[in-house]
RNA sequence: GUGGGUAUAGCUCAGGUGGUUAGAGCACCAGAUUGUGGCUCUGGGGGCCGUCGGUUCGAGUCCGAUUAUCCACCCCA
């Protein structure tokens, strides 16, 4: 026997049977894009690296260590896409989308590679649902992203999901504020741990995350973000606060909230759902002013969010609500004989013509196995299809569930009104 | 990238200190019931014990490596 392969690390096959939780979900985020008025936005999977050098930051761990590059065949150095931020503001200055009036607001349903160790709620591929708004620069566009995230969890069924919220200053007060933080922890770099020493070099804001109980002492002391805020982007957090209040959103201040991409500028948000094994980012996001310029395109406020739909359903999977998924059959067919087997691949045939989600036995099966096969597909009816049945040129729906049986003609579509109606 | 756990049937797992032909439950297939699913009973198929190497008369069991997987960290959705 040929040696079997197996799909690379990290990436998961989704089996039927649970695709249909997957529809399900994309099926209700859609929904709620739409309710807000977002329209979908498709962008490939692969861009130039260049888009993340630049986009995401040539200094963060998501593009030093966890970008799948490679070259084409002309040496030209492409990247699976590891977020989609990048990919929608790249496509709205290629096609001058800004010109087609704005606000312009989008989602997509995308998967991301990231090349990272798999662990719980941690892929090498997963998907994201992500919203991005291009244009407004007023905290009323932070509040109804945050609205629109927070209706996708609530229609979802997730509780026990709470919202966190940070600001992170703009270019014009973050620079100061990163060389008095970093003043402040260099007179402290002793007490620091190990990790933190690096992240004192590359991003002293990281350091506020720490989870260590030394470095969470000693930050204690450290000087706040929001006090260190410029009056335009102090009276932007201000009016997100009072935003959020308006629009009934409950929301907790967390100074220690830092993202991991350089391109966020002020508003910056987490949702943490408490599952069974710990607290999990379900999504994640915040305001991006400087990205459209940065790459090439006119000065366009913006901002954003993406959440992970594989921890989504991990967390109603934990949480045990999951919707039941509807059966894959309406009416199995149950023939005996050849003369009746024939039949029945044509009246299954037309059921399945006239829309009737219809199935019969392809194994060559006894009745009792074709009826215990009915049985697990969920089918609620059977016909079942022999010698008296085609002398009469009539038949009964049995009902599988204990409900009436449907007396019926052999015709399609008579059998078809049935379900019609149901 | 760093550290730890695990790897036996499709799934969940048993297999003291090495010793005949590797087991159970569930699932699958068939029969009991010559035209009727679920419940019950009986039988059946299915395993190079993750892979490679080492120790040994003998390895599912011990040792090493490798791969996969799970968990924690870094980071992230």
């Known amino acids: 026997m040929a040696e079997t392969i197996s799909a690379p690390r990290g990436v998961n096959d989704i089996l039927p049977g649970k695709t249909d939780a997957w529809l399900w979900l994309e099926a209700l985020l859609r929904e709620c894009a739409g309710s807000f008025a977002c329209q979908e936005i498709r962008f490939p999977t692969f861009e130039h690296t260049e888009l993340f050098l630049r986009g995401v930051g040539d200094t963060t761990d998501v593009v030093q260590k966890e970008m799948y590059t490679f070259d084409d065949k002309k040496g030209r150095s492409l990247t699976l896409r590891p977020e989609g931020t990048a990919s929608v503001a790249r496509a709205f200055i290629q096609h001058s989308l800004a010109g087609q009036g704005l606000p312009l607001k989008v989602y997509y349903i995308a998967p991301n590679f990231r090349y990272e160790k798999p662990q719980a709620g941690r892929l090498r591929q997963h998907h994201q649902f992500g919203v991005e708004v291009f244009g407004p620069a007023g905290a009323a566009a932070d509040a109804e992203l945050l609205s629109l995230a927070g209706l996708c969890m609530e229609r979802a069924g ?212 074709q009826m215990k096969t009915a049985d697990r597909l969920g089918a609620p009816y059977v016909l079942v299809l022999g010698e008296t049945e085609l002398k009469e040129n009539a038949g009964v729906l049995k009902n599988m569930r204990g409900g009436e049986n449907i007396p019926c003609s052999l015709t399609a579509e008579d059998i078809a009104k049935s379900f019609y109606k149901l």
């Open 158 to 369: 997730l509780s026990d999901v709470s919202l966190r919220i940070n600001s992170i200053g703009c270019p014009v007060c973050r620079p100061a504020y990163q060389k008095s933080l970093a003043a402040f922890f260099e007179a402290r770099q002793a007490d620091l741990c190990h990790t933190c020493h690096d992240r004192l070099a590359r991003n002293p804001l990281r350091i506020l995350d720490c989870k260590e109980p030394g470095c969470a002492a000693l930050r204690q002391d450290a000087p706040p973000v929001l006090e260190s805020l410029c009056p335009d982007c102090a009276s932007h957090w201000e009016e997100l606060r009072e935003n959020l209040t308006a629009l009934g959103i409950a929301f907790t201040v967390d100074p220690h909230i830092v993202r991991g991409l350089d391109y966020y500028t002020r508003t910056v948000f987490e949702f943490v759902g408490d599952l069974g094994a710990g607290p999990l980012t379900l999504c994640a996001g915040g305001r991006y002013d400087g990205l459209v310029k940065n790459l090439g395109g006119p000065d366009t406020p913006a901002l954003g969010f993406g959440m992970g739909l594989e921890r989504l359903l991990l967390a109603l999977e934990t949480q045990g609500i999951l919707p039941q998924a509807p059966p894959v059959c309406e009416l199995f067919i149950a023939a005996m004989g050849e003369e009746a087997a024939k039949r029945s691949l044509i009246l299954t045939n037309r059921l399945r013509v006239l829309g009737v989600h219809a199935d019969r036995d392809l194994m060559g099966r006894s009745l009792k196995a």
